[in-house]
Nanobody
Framework: QVQLVESGGGLVQAGGSLRLSCAAS??????????MVWYRQPPGKQRELVAS???????NYTDSVKGRFTISRDNAKNTVYLQMSSLKPEDTAVYYC???????????WGKGTLVTVSS
């Protein structure tokens, strides 16, 4: 019923930039997002929170990306973005989008998009 689709991943050299997008959509009826979050899972490691943004626009970042990544959203489009700059090889991971329904508080996960940063 509800689907999150990430895009924008790819291969980039260290120091470069990428912008990830995640659009939430529903096949039938209305859907509004509450909090939206980016997670990532590096190869061989556990999934970790990267950045989050509330519906009102308040943001939080994990220390390792603060100052380099920027999360933003478009409520009308139920879309969250992650602007990544000064990328490091340590940022290599599958990045996942997470969203909570504003109306039902049910949460959803995207399938992920791979970001590879070469040294």
């Amino acid at each position: 019923q509800v689907q999150l689709v990430e895009s924008g991943g790819g291969l980039v050299q260290a120091g470069g930039s990428l912008r990830l997008s995640c659009a939430a959509s529903v096949s039938v009826g209305r859907f509004r997002t509450n909090a939206m979050v980016w997670y990532r899972q590096p190869p061989g490691k556990q999934r970790e929170l990267v950045a989050s943004i509330t519906r009102s626009g308040s943001t939080n970042y994990t220390d390792s990306v603060k100052g380099r990544f920027t999360i933003s959203r478009d409520n009308a489009k139920n879309t969250v973005y992650l602007q990544m700059s000064s990328l490091k090889p340590e940022d290599t991971a599958v990045y996942y989008c997470y969203a909570e329904s504003f109306d039902t508080h049910v949460n959803y996960w995207g399938k992920g998009t791979l970001v590879t940063v070469s040294s």
